[in-house]
Structure formats: C-alpha cells, structure tokens
C-alpha cells in the first residue's frame, strides 16, 4: 500500500471510530442528571474550607459541609481534606481501617459530581441516582402528607429515664411546614451538679466495643442513619431497624414518637 493510500486509510477508520465514540456516547453524557457533572481540580479545590467543604473519594466528588459537625472526631480531621483527592483518607482513617458501610450509605446524600477523567459509569450512576430520586418521591407520598399527621413548626426535645450506667437518650427533632427538617438522636451522662459529662456518639470506646459485637456496625454510623430516616419517612414508624443496632433503634423510635406527640 503507498503512503497516501495508508493515510487516508487511517483517516477513515479514526473518522469511523470517532463516529462510533460519538453515538455511542452522547446519549449517556446527554441522559445524564444534572446532579452527576463533571467536575475539575480547579472547581473542587475552591471548596477547601469548613465552609464549604468537598472531597473526590473514588472518583465521586462529594459536599460534606454539613457533615463536618458530626464526623465523629475533631473537626481538622475531615477539614484538612477538604478540596482534594480524599480517597486515601476514605480507605485508611488513619488506624489502618476503611470506613463502614454505614459511613458508605451516608455518603450518597452528598454526592455532587465526579472528577474530570475519572474512570466511572455515567449511566450506571445516574440510574442509581434516578432510582434514589424514585425512591425519595415514594417515600415522601407515604411520609408526612401520606400518613395525614400534621406537625406544628417548631424543635421538640424528648429526654429519656436515665439507665442503670446513668447514660439516658435524647432526641431533638425540628419541623418546618409539617416536614421534619432537622434530627439530632445521642445518649448522655450528667455528673452530680447536672453538667453533661458524657456524649456517646464521641465515645469511640464504646463504638470499639460494639464494633466488636456487631460486625462492624458502630453508633457512629446508625444515630445518623436512624436520624436521616426519620427526616425521610416523616414518621417514627417508618424508621428501620438496623441490623447491629436494634436497642438503638427501639430508644430512637420511641423518644422520637414522644418529641413528636408534643408538634401535633
Ligand atoms: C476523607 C477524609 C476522612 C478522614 C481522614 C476520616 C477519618 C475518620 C476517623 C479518624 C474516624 C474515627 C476512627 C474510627 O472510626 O475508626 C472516622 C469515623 C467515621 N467517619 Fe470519617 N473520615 C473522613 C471522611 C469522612 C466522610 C466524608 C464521612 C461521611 C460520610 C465520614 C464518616 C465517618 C463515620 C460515619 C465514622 C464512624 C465510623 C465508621 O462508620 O466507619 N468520614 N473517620
């Protein structure tokens, strides 16, 4: 074959192949949700503070901003991440270990985006996003407005009996326009003069020990699970019972239920 033959040989067949590139993947980019974009280094490393606070972890880039409070260490722990590449901080919290599933679960509510050039599945993830999004709407009509319970605005608090340890559950829950808006479940102590001495969900002791127990499952990672269902489902009821975690789940379900008797 001579020289010109051979070029525009070549030419052909990366115009065809660049034809096929295109079919095949403009439908997927044009499909997808508006929640998935791409997103660069120079963008991710503009939300590089407490403020607002976004990290790629395996190529998705997430806003853990709201996060920052109830991460379960010092605030500079999940704030020196904040902009950048976080994988590594994802897959070795600093003791050799990966967070748990739990942790994974709460991280679909902060998705964002993905990293330019990162190698994932556009379609596989905005299916899922779609499916959550389907799953959401769902909830919602069998939530709040589908139960037909109406709850006043307003914060309630419910405080439970202190147990033999002297640890007892509380839980405050904010309504807004008969949505719950704002959930916040732990257990503390109080010392003699009424000071709380005690907070659980910072008792990293105590998540060692029931880790231990529980395959894994940690309060760490339930109370915001069980505090983001109750926001989900709009009723006590509706909140799951986490496999690990089912004493924790009986003294939410019912401090929630008696917070909430008092916004009817
Ligand atoms: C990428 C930077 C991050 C670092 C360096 C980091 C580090 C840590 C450390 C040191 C602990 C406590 C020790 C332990 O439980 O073994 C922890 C626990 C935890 N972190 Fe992070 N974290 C990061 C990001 C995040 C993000 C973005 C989330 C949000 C979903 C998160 C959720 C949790 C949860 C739920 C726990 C409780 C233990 C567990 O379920 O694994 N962390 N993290």
Sequence with gaps: MNKFAYSALIAFVSSLLTLIAVVWVAPTVAESDARVREITLDELATHNSADSCWKEIEG????????????????SVMTQWCGRPSTEGWVDKGNGRPHSQGAEALLDDFLVGYLEGADVDLAALNQSINEAAVDASERTATGTEGQGVRYRDGSYYAEAEPGSRGT???IEISVQGN???????DEFARDEDGTVNYRKSADMNYAERWRRVSGGVTQLSTYPAYERMLIEQGVPEGVDAISGATGAHEAFVGLAAQALSDAR
Excluded: E, N, S
């Excluded at 880039?61 to 605030?75: G, K, L, M, N, S």
């Excluded at 949505?179 to 479940?185: L, Q, T």
């Design 60 to 75: 998705l880039v997430y806003d853990v901003t709201d996060f920052i409070d109830r991460h379960p260490t010092p605030a």
């Design 168 to 170: 007892f559950g509380i």
């Design 179 to 185: 949505r719950i808006v704002g959930v916040y479940f």
